[in-house]
Nanobody, 115 residues
Framework: QVQLVESGGGLVQAGDSLRLSCAAS????????MSWYRQTPGKERELVAR???????NYADSVRGRFTISRDNAKNTVYLQMNTLKPEDTAKYYC?????????WGQGTQVTVSS
């Protein structure tokens, strides 16, 4: 069982930066692909960024070049550095841990970007 706790969300202005953190429990964090998803009311949850156990990253087209995902296996934590935020980045952001046949989600953290 893996528990995920997100933090770092908040209300910011367009152009500002935020860093989200996701702390994971357990001793197998390094074996999971870690991802950030986001969701707005009435829409499906969408993948924002993913980092594999080996450190390979991929990003949604809408955030590539502005967001950076990273992980610190010693701290069991994954980060999402979000720069040049836009109002359309407003959403609840969720952390996900995935390994074959296992999938865990955090409770989410709200990010609101005002114009």
């Amino acid at each position: 069982q893996v528990q995920l706790v997100e933090s770092g969300g908040g209300l910011v202005q367009a152009g500002d930066s935020l860093r989200l953190s996701c702390a994971a429990s357990g001793r197998t964090f390094s074996t999971y692909a870690m991802s950030w998803y986001r969701q707005t009311p009435g829409k499906e949850r969408e993948l924002v960024a993913r980092i594999t156990p080996g450190g390979t990253t991929n990003y949604a087209d809408s955030v590539r070049g502005r967001f950076t995902i990273s992980r610190d296996n010693a701290k069991n934590t994954v980060y999402l550095q979000m720069n040049t935020l836009k109002p359309e980045d407003t959403a609840k952001y969720y952390c996900n841990a995935y390994r074959t046949a296992t999938d865990y989600w955090g409770q989410g953290t709200q990010v609101t970007v005002s114009s």
